[in-house]
């Protein structure tokens, strides 16, 4: 074959499979929960013998992959597709439930992959479901994590995606010229850390249960959220997500959603004895920052119950009560903030100002660094610096004055700037241009009615991987009622969403290919 | 008085006072109409009054005003702000219906003015009011058209704000050194197009009423619709808006619409025998093609049925006519693209889908060089040139290239692109704090029910200039139920949203007044 691409395709294969092959291993942790609770291990032996087959054949069209930068734009995309088109195999091996179906078990391991936590399970319940399988789910989101933390760190931010270059600025000072090896340093550092503090927030969550403050998080509840709160993913074994616990366990999880949202490479800091670089942060500072601020606003109008739309029996005490208030009301900001996307109560029952705050929080995102989605606290920062700035060139236009980062002052380029904005305005447009296709799709889906704030909130919760929104997408409901065509849509939403969405365009565009 | 601040503050006052001299002339002319029609001539009298003495006295406190860039800025938010204020008297001394109250009144002389045309009439008809006040409320927007057209083409594109100064590219080839006799010599030109166009406007509406075509669009409702096409203000004499003539009335407004939301240096070059700028222009090109598909979508909506939420007696002959269709769907889409406001009939009667495409329609905005409002189509394509290129950047890190304008290939400089984005955010950033500070005001107001669409439409509808939104602010209805708190609330909104937002943003800033 003549080589005319400028792109080794090859090569990314190759190393896809070696992420296939790497895959296969943690198959034994699902196999191994099937043992212990004498379920059937089939559905996860079935993927194991797939991810090998495939990974292997794909490692050995390259003996010498060479990964440039085209390649890694390519392995990205390859990669957030194929696992989860992989990972649809324990759904459809074990057939239960409404993810028995092609479309939705696909929906719902790219749910999991990308960290977003929507779900098209109609009943969730280790009833319905195995115990297996619904491990398998939460594991799909710990996995997720691990590989988009690198992919922030370590990749996009060398590819300068939507000003993802900033994250170098905090990032681990580890200088390897090559990408390959840059990657392996610095994905060793940071998955340390995140194995570390899941298994802080497992024996956080069942020391609880011991202590006699949890009755329900039995250990596996305490595994299955462990495994979902530090990849930021929401998934949990619970139809009615951390509702179904206690008070001081909501208190706790939301310690974990603040901790899973923040720049890992700061804990690496604080590990190598430079703890004040994490307080010192101004994305951290202004992260902590928005969640006081959205988050007391929303307790507010709890407490004087104009935050409720109804007054049910079930969230009747939270009006007046200052606990239920600011527990609900910081509860969920974070679940946003964070694009956990848990819940303490159906916020179905909010009004249609707290929902709107609610939407409207949606697009913040948690800090870069992190496994949270959407636009994230970073670019949010640089904008608010750069429209101060603006206003004092209007004044002095002479003047030259770079963007500046708070406490420490290092100068932002202004190329990271403009991509910052590039990326912020593409991912408005799709946001626009999405709500529009499921608003247009659902007239022609019998039994689904969506209104525009619930289609709005379908796409963000999608496109930022948040997961669930208001309404008939709301934490408590399911996707599942929208056509099979929307389904695809909105996984595809996932998906670009999770890869900083120009790393994805970019692949399409015909300059890629050629010259 | 030691003169300690950088920003002569009586010279700004003195051109505010010339400003208003030349307003007072315009006052004759409500006063004939009051006579011809044997109504009262006192509102305008006493107008004429107020504002030849406060105008005389402002222009003696500086001999020799001097217009630098600090000056003009506080020249510009002054202007809209105190003669929208003086222009409530005749509202007052005529004290008829709701603009009799103070709030109101002010509400709407803004309204007209800033060209928006949001009202807060209870009952719109010359009936409740006269003719002549009537007709002081259309030519508002007619005065403030002609302001805004050289606020945008001569001051705010010199003073670069939010990246007008691309303007520069197509304005008329007038070098003048200094600001004065530059805005003086553009005004001079821009007028002469606005004024024969909208001789034009009217003579084509009292026409078909000639040829018999349109009964009711009498030689009053003529220059009453002229006067508020060409401004892009969407003021009517008629309760139901444009609704109330023939169908062959609205085809002859979406005409002078679409001259209205075009940029007039582009009229300029034509009538100088370069017709040819006016099809080669980017943004002219971009303005079309954008209303083309919108329009187009609408119109199929409307066709096959879903674009009605319900279907009552009088919205029933849309679904299945192609003509109904067409001109329903084209001439909404073409007065909120150019933020005109008219309407061809009560798009509350819309299904949520289109709702919700007409309010992310009101982002749009017409032509820079226009008096159209909004965000305006040449900063979406400059967003959209700068998307292009940054997926060019991924691809070749290290290549150099400039965003260029359409078919001249002007380079757009980074400064101004960046402008522009700026821009963008901060507009969108004030429109989510006020749809939520109107919401939570609501909660508070007896007697309205906001929901979140009506809410977000108030906002943009006040910000961009547009006029009307959805639902309880729909082209059929009235701001009127509004608390005094939330009117004043969006005066300020359509004032700030007039200025480029950041021309008034700037003023408050310090380092505006120190340094
Ligand atoms: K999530
Ligand atoms: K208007």
């Known amino acids: 074959m003549i080589r005319r691409l400028h792109v080794d395709v090859r090569s990314s ?30 559905p996860f032996l079935v993927t194991l013998v797939v991810t090998v087959v495939v990974g292997v054949g794909l490692e050995r069209l390259e003996a010498e992959p060479r990964l440039d930068h085209r390649e890694a734009f390519l392995l990205v995309a390859l990669t957030w597709f194929v696992v989860p088109f992989v990972g649809t195999v324990p759904y459809l091996v074990a057939g239960t439930g409404t993810v028995a179906d092609p479309v939705n078990a696909f929906f719902e391991s790219m749910s999991g992959f990308t960290t977003t936590g929507a779900t098209v399970m109609g ?110 993913g929401g998934f949990s074994p619970e139809g009615r997500s951390v509702e179904a616990f206690e008070p001081i366990v909501q208190w706790a999880v939301m310690l974990f959603m603040i901790v899973a949202g923040t720049n890992f490479a700061l804990y690496w800091y604080a590990w190598r004895g430079r703890p004040e670089r994490l307080t010192e942060n101004a994305e951290f500072r202004s992260y902590i920052l928005v969640m006081g601020v959205i988050g007391g606003l929303i307790s507010t109008l709890l407490f004087l119950g104009v935050g409720l739309a109804t007054v049910p029996e079930s969230v009747s005490t939270i009006p007046g009560s200052v606990e239920r208030s600011l527990r609900h009301g910081f509860f969920q900001i974070i679940a946003i903030v964070t694009t956990t996307g848990y819940a303490s109560m159906d916020f179905n029952a909010w009004s249609d100002t707290t929902q709107v705050i609610l939407l409207f929080t949606m697009f913040l995102g948690g800090s870069a660094g992190s496994a949270a989605g959407s636009i994230k606290i970073i670019r949010w920062y640089v904008i608010q610096k750069s429209m101060r700035r603006e206003l004092f060139r209007l004044v002095h236009p002479e003047a030259v004055r770079p963007v500046r980062m708070g406490t420490t002052g290092d100068v932002i ?28 799709d659902a007239h022609r889906t ?50 670009i969403g999770r890869l900083e969405i120009l790393s994805v365009l970019v692949i399409l565009t015909p300059t890629y290919w050629r010259s």
Not at 142 to 170: D, F, H, K, N, Y
Request: charge should be neutral; proline fraction near 5%.
């Open 413 to 440: 380029d202004e190329e990271t700037i403009l991509g910052i904005f590039v990326f912020v305005a593409v991912f408005l447009t799709l946001f626009v241009i999405s709500t529009v296709v499921l608003l247009v």
């Open 123 to 232: 009943s969730i319940s280790v009833e319905t479901h195995s115990r297996s399988i619904m491990m398998w789910r939460q594991l799909t989101q710990w996995l997720g994590g691990m590989g988009i933390l690198v992919l922030m760190v370590a990749i996009l931010s060398e590819l300068s995606v939507g000003g993802t270059q900033i994250i170098r600025q905090e990032a681990p000072g580890i200088k390897v010229e090559k990408l390959t090896p840059r990657i392996r340093e610095t994905a060793r550092a940071l998955w340390l850390i995140y194995a570390w503090f899941t298994l802080a927030a497992v024996v956080v969550y069942y020391g609880l249960h011991l202590a006699g403050l949890a009755p329900n998080m039995t250990a596996y509840n305490a595994v299955a959220h462990g495994l979902t709160s530090l990849p930021t």
């Open 13 to 42: 294969c190759s190393f896809l499979g070696t992420v296939l092959k790497y895959l296969s291993l943690t198959l034994f942790f699902p196999t191994g929960i099937a043992l212990y609770y004498r379920e059937s291990p089939v």
């Open 446 to 495: 019998p039994g689904l009615s969506l209104s525009a704030l619930e289609a709005a909130s379908a796409v963000i919760a999608t496109l930022g991987n948040v997961g669930p929104g208001v309404g008939v997408v709301g934490p408590m409901n399911s996707y599942e009622p929208f056509s099979d065509a929307a389904k695809l849509y909105m996984i595809f939403l996932m998906w």
